[in-house]
């Protein structure tokens, strides 16, 4: 889960983070009062997406007037940026902050090293640039430091990543500390990534993270319930937001074959599987271990509402969860939303797989069955090609 950047800056503040002041509008109100009591400012707006400066969505304001005109100009933009897609993102909320004469720009993050399963903190003098780039053109600019979560964050660490800053004296105590700060919020709020970029020291010697990007763990979410309060759902894709009230693990993607599996691993080998065949997949959809005729009927309804599909895959294993059961469910989903016309296309394997199809066969409904995920895949690729 995503938070907008004036959200991670109140929680870099509870953290004892530096920041600066900001004030969040969502409209045009009040925003010459608070820019004349600023002086100078920039005027940033607030969606899930990096690159708003370059898409004209954060603007230095030299004078109140001309904060009003960039508030005016952003605020109910659409946004696009190189992670938005050329849809882009509605603007419909701003904040101001203060300009300030930066010296120099810093970039500090921490996230999970998959390969050692451990947190990273990454450091890189180039701050405010996209720090893909630096590490295609320059890798050698970013230092990786790796964190025991069993030992946690101490004192050298942040010196390690002081040094790799090319920080020293006051400067140097300051940012190892901030990076001991940024380890605690990422372990304590369960994150996934935290991001500041960029860190800045300014001309005055003070020093500042401008911007952030903070990224949550959802499978933790259960025990992070102020972290929740904070979600936008309308920064989020509808269908996403739908499936996760009924407990659905669900991505939307820009294929036309819907996808309904029991389990992330196979969901993942599904949609290899229609891209191999030469089809594109709608979706990743789990249902999870105990695929239950309600389940199937929900995850059913959020595959129907994307225009964009044109088949649909179900592919079940049967280790917990029953194939009968699976097929029951199905049959009994597909008859209560009724009038689906799209091609189903079911692979059930494991326990009760036979007695599953056996149903599927017998009852009064149109599917297709298949015994491999290869075969499967095939006759919903063909399938969606002859409409």
């Not at 701003?94 to 996230?111: F, M, N, Q, S």
């Not at 090293?113 to 890798?139: H, K, L, N, Y």
């Not at 935290?194 to 499978?219: C, H, Q």
Request: charged share 25%.
């Amino acid at each position: 889960m995503l938070i907008h950047e004036y959200q991670a800056r109140d929680l870099f503040k509870e953290y004892g983070i530096p920041v600066t002041e900001r004030k969040v509008f969502d409209s045009i109100e009040g925003v010459k009062e608070y820019a004349t009591e600023l002086g100078q400012c920039v005027v940033k707006a607030q969606v899930h997406a990096g690159g708003r400066g370059k898409g004209g969505g954060v603007k230095f304001a030299p004078t109140p007037e001309k904060a009003v005109e960039h508030a005016n100009n952003i605020l109910g933009m659409d946004l696009v940026t190189h992670q938005t897609g050329p849809e882009g993102c509605h603007v419909s909320t701003i904040i101001l902050v203060p300009g300030l004469d930066i010296a120099k720009e810093y970039y500090l993050a921490i996230t999970i090293d998959r390969a050692t399963q451990c947190p990273f903190i990454i450091a890189s003098t180039e701050g405010g640039m996209d720090i893909e780039e630096v590490a295609e053109s320059t890798p050698e600019k970013i230092a990786k430091i790796k964190v025991d979560p069993s030992v946690g964050c101490w004192p050298y660490i942040g010196r390690q990543v002081a040094a790799a800053l090319e920080l020293k004296g006051k400067n140097a105590r300051i940012v190892a500390g901030i990076a001991q700060n940024l380890y605690n919020m990422f372990i304590e709020k369960d994150c996934s990534i935290v991001e500041i970029n960029p860190l800045i020291v300014t001309e005055d010697d003070k020093i500042y993270a401008i911007d952030g990007k903070v990224n949550f763990d959802s499978n933790a979410l259960y025990r992070q319930k102020d972290i929740v309060a904070l979600r936008d759902e309308k920064e989020e894709e509808p269908l996403e937001v739908e499936a996760s009230k009924h407990d659905l693990a669900y991505i939307k993607l820009d294929g036309n074959v819907a996808c309904m599996v029991n389990g992330a691993g196979l969901a993942m080998a599904t949609m290899d599987m229609i891209q191999i065949s030469g089809g594109s997949p709608a979706n990743f959809l789990d249902v999870g271990g105990t695929a239950t005729p309600a389940r199937v009927e929900e995850a059913f309804r959020i595959l129907l509402k994307d225009p964009n599909v044109e088949g649909i895959l179900i592919n079940v294993f049967g280790g917990i969860v029953r194939c009968d059961l699976v097929a029951e469910g199905v049959i009994e989903a597909v008859k209560n939303i009724g009038n689906i016309t799209l091609p189903i296309v079911i692979r059930l394997s494991g326990t009760n797989s036979t007695e599953g199809r056996a149903l599927l066969a017998q009852s009064d409904l149109t599917f297709e069955t298949a015994e491999s995920l290869n075969e499967a895949a095939a006759k919903v690729v063909a399938a969606v090609a002859k409409k």
